[in-house]
């Protein structure tokens, strides 16, 4: 005959041998707090095992980031992060050692003046010297001089100033010193390129005489407009070279031979070899 425990037994000898374990047991001192104990090393973490930052980079942060710090960079990787930290822009510290050592631009006006040697070339007299008839000799031909000049140079690419020339011409003898004078308003524009030889267009009006011996025997008037070449020797001086086309309108006038020269409109190809300096006026 098999006994049989009585209901309710089998959970009460289960809760007595816990409440008997439970006060055998002796606590676990904390880490750390037992008196000689050395620090524990962290745990090497296994192959393919992912650490609590890349747990919490799973959770909350961003995947991508994760991955691009867990994975070896390639060659194209390496490369891209150098061009990129090439072309980053400099730090302040690098932008005050350049500016210390590379002036800024300068913004000066200028008064400059100067003198040229010049050169007018005659194309043609028009009918002051006729092709054919007693007046055949041409009175008014090519000749050489030299040119006065002023003006103001502005902060930017502008020069607006007069000139004084004049020039001994060839008259075939008719004159004993035919001497062409020419007085003219002109304007230069030179752009920048960043270079001390610049190139630069130049137009301008006048006025004219012509005559023996600095006489005044006819008159009229000129536009010119041309190109040239300025060399900046230093911040105070230059030298230039400039060719431009002159049509010149004469007045009739009788030579001192008692011919009648009638209204002409000469045309000239003028050079000028040229040497000019610059007083400062100001800063902008």
Known sequence: MRLRPPPGALPV??????????????????????????????????????????????????????????????????????????????????????????????????????????????????????????????????GGGLAIRSGYRSPGPWYFGGAYQFTKMDSSNLYRLGIFQQLRAEMRYMPDIGYRAAPYFSAGIGGVVYGNEWGVETGGALIFGGVGVELEVSRRAVLGVSCVYRPVLLAGWKDTANYERATAIAQFVGFELLLEVRTELGRR
């Open 13 to 142: 000898a289960i809760i007595a041998a816990g409440a008997l374990l439970s006060s055998t047991a002796v606590a676990a001192p904390p880490e750390g707090k037992v008196e000689g104990a050395l620090p524990r090393a962290a745990p090497t973490p296994r192959a393919g095992a992912r650490t609590a930052g890349a747990v919490d980079q799973g959770i909350g942060g961003d995947p991508d980031a994760t991955a691009a710090t867990a994975a070896p960079k390639s060659d194209d990787a390496i490369e891209a992060q150098e061009d990129g930290a090439a072309t980053a822009p400099p730090s302040p510290v690098t932008q005050r050692l350049q500016l210390a050592t590379r002036p800024p631009p300068l913004h000066v006006e200028y008064a400059q003046y100067g003198v040229a040697l010049a050169a007018e070339i005659s194309l043609d007299a028009g009918a002051a010297c006729p092709r054919s008839g007693p007046l055949y000799s041409c009175i008014l031909g090519s």
